[in-house]
Nanobody, 120 residues
Framework: VQPVESGGGLVQAGGSLRLSCTTS????????VGWFRQTPGKEREAVSA????????YYAQSVKGRFTISRDEGKNMVYLQMRSLKPDDTAVYYC??????????????WGQGTQVTVSS
């Protein structure tokens, strides 16, 4: 399974972006999918995750009420809708497939990341 992210970019504070993740090899079927982010000098942190069936979701406290994760099995896509973006959301965002959790250690397959920059 090789995740591939898209949808990053530059947006003003208060704006919205939708990140998308699919696979270039294999499918997400049976895997949880998580979105993580990382800024220079900091550890990668979980932003949101959805379990294999879509019945369970996780959100970091910092994004609750602003970000929404969804998955479309038929299209083999996972989305992260981001609203009311803040400069603190600026990071490289990674999509990963694995076992449902908020820990990087349970995700075995990682994308290359997409940059999100929120200007003030």
């Amino acid at each position: 399974v090789q995740p591939v992210e898209s949808g990053g970019g530059l947006v003003q504070a208060g704006g919205s972006l939708r990140l998308s993740c699919t696979t270039s090899e294999g499918t997400f079927s049976g895997y949880a999918v998580g979105w993580f982010r990382q800024t220079p000098g900091k550890e990668r942190e979980a932003v949101s995750a959805v379990n294999w069936s879509g019945s369970n979701e996780y959100y970091a406290q910092s994004v609750k009420g602003r970000f929404t994760i969804s998955r479309d099995e038929g299209k083999n896509m996972v989305y992260l809708q981001m609203r009311s973006l803040k400069p603190d959301d600026t990071a490289v965002y990674y999509c990963a497939a694995g076992r449902f959790s908020d820990s990087v250690s349970t995700y075995d397959y990682w994308g290359q990341g997409t940059q999100v920059t929120v200007s003030s």
